[in-house]
Structures are given as C-alpha cells and as structure tokens.
C-alpha cells in the first residue's frame, strides 16, 4: 500500500514539474495578427511580434539560446503578448510591406491597435535583448511620442534626428524619406552643411535627383568636414544600390535601365565600377549571356584585374554559359590572373575546365595534375582532380 502511495505521490510530482516547466517557455502566438490583436486587447499587454526566416541563422540562434532565458521568458510573458510570422509563409508579406522589413530577425513592438510602437532588428544576448524591450515600453522612446515631437516643430534637427533613428532599425529606407524631406525641406541650402544634417541626408534621402542629394555631390568636401571622407563616399555607393537593388531583384530590365541612366549621371570615382556590377548581376539574373559578354569583355580588366573573386566567378559563368573560343580563351585568361593571385585547388581545376571546354586537352591536363599534385601534398582530397584527368586522358 504505502509502494502504491509513493507511486502515486511521484507521479503527482513529476506531473506537476511538467506544468511547472511547460509555464517556463516563451509561447510565440502563431494564429495570426487579427487574433493576435484581439488577445492584446483582452489581456491589456502590447504585442511583441517576431519576423524570422527559417534559414537565418540569426533567427534560429535568437530562439535557441535568447527566447529559452529564464529572465528573457518572464520579462516578456509578463509584459507582453508573444507572436511570430514566418516572413516567407501566410501573412508574411503583409507584414513585410506594412512595416517595411528588410532584414531578418526584426522585433516589432505594437498597441493593442496594430500601432507600431518600437522596433530593431538582428542578434542579441538575453541582457541586450531585455534592454530593447524595455525601450518599447518606455513612453520617450516610443515611434507615437518622437513622432508628436517632431511634428510639433519640424524645423528642428535633434527632433527629426531622433525620429529618423528610431525608424530606422532594418527597415526600408524609402518609408524614412518623406520624414527626412520634411525637415530638410525647413534648411537652406547654405544651412544644409552640419553634422545633423549630414545624419538625417546620410539615413533619410534615397532620390539621387533630390536638391539634397545634389548639393552633397557637389559640396562633398564640405560634408567630409562634418562626416568624413569614407560615410560620404558610402552614402553615394548606398544610393546607387538602392536606386537599383529593387529592378535586380524582380529581373525588371525596363526599369532597371530607367534608373542606371539616373544613376549614371552621379559623378563618384566608383561609381562607374558599381553600376558595372550591377549590369553584370541584370545579365546574370536574366540568362542574357550575350549581353554578359559584352559587359564583360568591355569591363573586366578596367575594374577587376585585380579582383580574385570576381575574375573567378565571371570565368566560372563563361565555363557554364558561354561556347564562343575567343571569349573562352579570355575566361582562361581571366582564371589565370586570379590563380596568381590566390593559387588554390578550385582556380586551377577551373583552368582545368576551361581548357577541356576549348578543347585544349594538353593544357587541361597539366593544371589537373598541379591541382592533384598541389592538394595530395597537403593531405586535402583530390577526388575531383582525379575524376577530371581520368576523363581527360581517356581523350588525349
């Protein structure tokens, strides 16, 4: 009998314990935002939403290490209503386009209404993390208050500043430019040089066309006084991606070639090499390999030469893409510059390939071997060193 009490008490406790620690996790709503919305309303908490990718690393290391804190799991069960959306899944895009989310974790603190109160975004510890979110709960720091506060006097640079950073925490830069216009819009241009101004041109404007942007260009030293000479070149490379980025990635060449005649009008030393770029990423995305030649072919030893990277993913792409033996021959020429500038086992079986497809067997032959040779003498595998020259000699 008593055997029996003791099994029964043990498996009351160890019941309990499972209660105990199942109440000792952060519980993520995942049914969605109206419901979401509706539980902050009932329970009187604001809402912490987490935006995450499945692949990120980031992601995954928040919720593994940050989210399983003891201190993290009671700070944020007692203060808020918990959700996550997987930004490739369901309502993911509504989010991304709502808030403008551009990097992944992003952490959106809102009302019970929807409002957005607080964000940032990316990787912290459980102590930095803690601290983030007591920012959103504190009135002074929250987007509403900052908002009232430089609308209240848009002329003034510490206001709009402060908004401007508090929006700008991984977000889409365009939905800060209206903000930044709207103070800007208050300075002349003999005002426009100081050290605020510089950070709200620097985060807020994204025309290149804009009066703002203009005068930056043509006063850069002016503003190298107040930044420096390396924050104003970046703010002009930056200006160029964001000008372009959005064409490259839906493969829009009508618009993308609408914007490269803007951008090509910014007179910047690395401009030209940058737009170039591009131009090869555009050909690249949209399988337009005759067009990859010719950019190529007109750009590579005036802005790569030196690139051992880039010399190699541009021979790699003619390996795969291209069959013209005069354009072969000058991918092999091209692979030959990044191996003397970095000598691997991957740059001389590219050699290798490149020669086999030229039809130039004895050459193919010889870097295979260097390859095989190189990595057997290190103890690395030569496994597709030895697969390339079987090949190869079974044709020579």
Same mark, same amino acid.
């Given at each position: 009998m008593k055997s029996l009490c003791s099994l029964a008490l043990l498996a009351s406790l160890l019941i309990s314990s499972m209660q105990m620690s199942g109440q000792k996790k952060l519980d993520f709503d995942e049914s969605g935002y109206q419901s979401v919305l509706a539980r902050s309303k009932k329970e009187k908490k604001p809402i912490f939403y987490m935006m995450y990718a499945t692949w990120c690393a980031h992601c995954n290391k928040m919720k593994s290490e940050v989210f399983t804190d003891t201190l993290v799991i009671n700070f944020m069960n007692k203060n808020f209503v918990c959700a996550w959306q997987d930004v490739e899944k369901g309502e993911g895009d509504f989010f991304r386009k709502k808030f403008g989310i551009r990097f992944y974790p992003t952490f959106l603190f809102l009302n019970e209404d929807g409002k957005e109160l607080y964000n940032t975004s990316g990787e912290f510890t459980a102590a930095t993390f803690i601290a983030e979110a007591q920012n959103s709960l504190t009135k002074e720091k929250q987007l509403p208050y900052l908002e009232? =506060?430089?609308? &209240? %006097? +848009?002329?003034?640079s510490d206001k709009c500043l402060a908004y401007l950073m508090a929006l700008n925490k991984g977000r889409d830069r365009n939905l800060l430019s209206p903000i930044a216009h709207q103070y800007l819009a #208050? =300075?002349? %241009? %003999?005002?426009?040089v100081s050290a605020n101004n510089w950070k709200i041109i620097a985060n807020g404007v994204t025309n290149p066309q804009s009066r703002e942007f203009q005068y930056v260009l043509n006063h850069q030293k002016e503003f190298e006084s107040v930044a420096s000479a390396k924050r104003v070149q970046r703010k002009i490379e930056n200006i160029v991606v964001e000008l372009l980025t959005p064409a490259l990635e839906h493969k829009d060449t009508i618009t993308y070639n609408k914007k490269r005649l803007i951008a090509k009008t910014i007179q910047s030393a690395k401009n030209d090499s940058l737009v170039n770029s591009f131009d090869?990423?555009? $050909?690249?995305? #949209?399988?337009?390999? @005759?067009?990859?030649?010719?950019? #190529?072919? &007109?750009? +590579?030893? @005036? !802005? !790569? &030469? *030196?690139? $051992? *990277?880039?010399?190699r993913d541009i021979a790699i792409n003619y390996l795969k893409n291209i069959n013209d033996s005069v354009a072969l021959n000058t991918a092999i020429g091209w692979a030959k510059q990044a191996l003397a500038i970095v000598e691997t086992y991957d740059n001389q079986i590219l050699l290798a390939r490149l020669y086999q497809k030229? @039809? *130039?067997? @004895?050459e193919a032959i010889q !870097? &295979? #071997?260097? $390859?095989?040779n190189n990595n057997g003498s290190i103890g690395f595998s030569t496994k597709e060193a030895d697969e390339l020259l079987l090949e190869l000699n079974s044709k020579h």
């Open positions: 009232e =506060q430089f609308l &209240a %006097d +848009v002329s003034n #208050t =300075q002349p %241009d %003999d005002k426009l090869m990423q555009m $050909a690249e995305r #949209t399988n337009n390999w @005759k067009k990859y030649k010719q950019i #190529t072919m &007109a750009s +590579v030893d @005036k !802005y !790569y &030469a *030196k690139d $051992a *990277k880039t010399l030229n @039809k *130039k067997i @004895k !870097y &295979a #071997t260097a $390859a095989k």
